[in-house]
């Protein structure tokens, strides 16, 4: 038997290549806080209390052009519905933790701690998922902070014409394809992403809304329509 | 936005999301989830993430710009690309980066 915590360790491992994505999409949402007029320290308490940085930016957003603030917490959660889906991916190797355990690595998940975990456990079903999935998600949370505080420090010192804040839609294209696992995901995310654009103009972020319904009405219709591709499920 | 309602605003966010994150990790053995649920929120990640991708590069200043004129539409087609082939964040980020910083240059 192999000591317990040499899994924590494959996962902060396995997790650094990834950390050079993560870097400037925390600096920026340090930015883009300061940007919008809060202070250094709101940006991190928002930062630590809400860890989610592709609603910390659209929240931001909400936020310079006066929307409502059910609007911004309506949209953070929608953004953030994806997390549902991941939950109940590492949900069955998480049953026998106590509840604060539960809390604990529940509260660090990220788009990019769950990618990490779940294609490792593909190649290594030997692996003790909860401290592999634990090394990866502490390992970004510490990154993603201090990268944070460091954007929301030195935010405004960096030229605005580098569009450091391209890296957002860069690092969540890479999400998006590793997303991509069957004809029927890849029909949610071209609908999703057609009427997002389609909509872009209405108000409120309701085009995110619209395209997140949209996309996944439209992967449900795809999966019925195409009869081939259910190997392995047995009913 | 005053400090009470902008923390407000911060703990009511982060207590939803948590709520999101928690929810299977806390319900999976005590309740089942329905089969059209489950068969809903594979297509979730999908979605989500091209609704924010897609307008990202069709809208880089809050209007539509399909003309070649638009940097980070031609710099996200690259960075699509390879993400397609490598499915690696590095690779697409730094892609991304330099044909942006290259079309930025160069015009």
Redesign the interface.
Known sequence: MKPIHSDFLAGARAVL??L??VV?FAMITGVAAVGVG?SPL?SF??SV????G??QL??LQL?KIGSP?II??LT?????????????V???A??KLP?GR??L???M?SD?AFGVSVSYFTTHPEVDRNWFYFGTALTIWVTWQISAIAGSLLGTLIPT???LD???????????????TDH???V??????????LG?PLPNNI??VL??L???G???LA?NMLPVNRQGRAQ | MNAVALWGLFVLIGLGTFLQRLSFIFLTGKIRMPGWLQRALRFVPASVLAALVFPALTHPTGTLDLSFGNFRLLAGLAGALVAWRTRNVLLTLLAGMLVLWALQAVF
């Open positions: 290549p990834i050079l994505g400037p809060l709101d308490g928002m209390i809400v860890f989610a592709a609603s659209a929240v936020m603030w911004m917490v953070a959660w929608i953004i953030n519905l994806r997390f549902i889906m991941y939950s109940a590492l949900a069955p998480m049953q509840t539960k809390s690595l529940a509260y998940l990019q014409s580098w569009g391209f890296a957002f839609p860069l690092s969540f294209m890479a999400l998006m394809f590793a997303a991509l029927p995901t890849v949610a995310a071209i609908a999703g992403g057609l009427t997002a654009v872009k085009g995110l395209a997140t949209v996309g996944i439209s992967g449900l999966e």
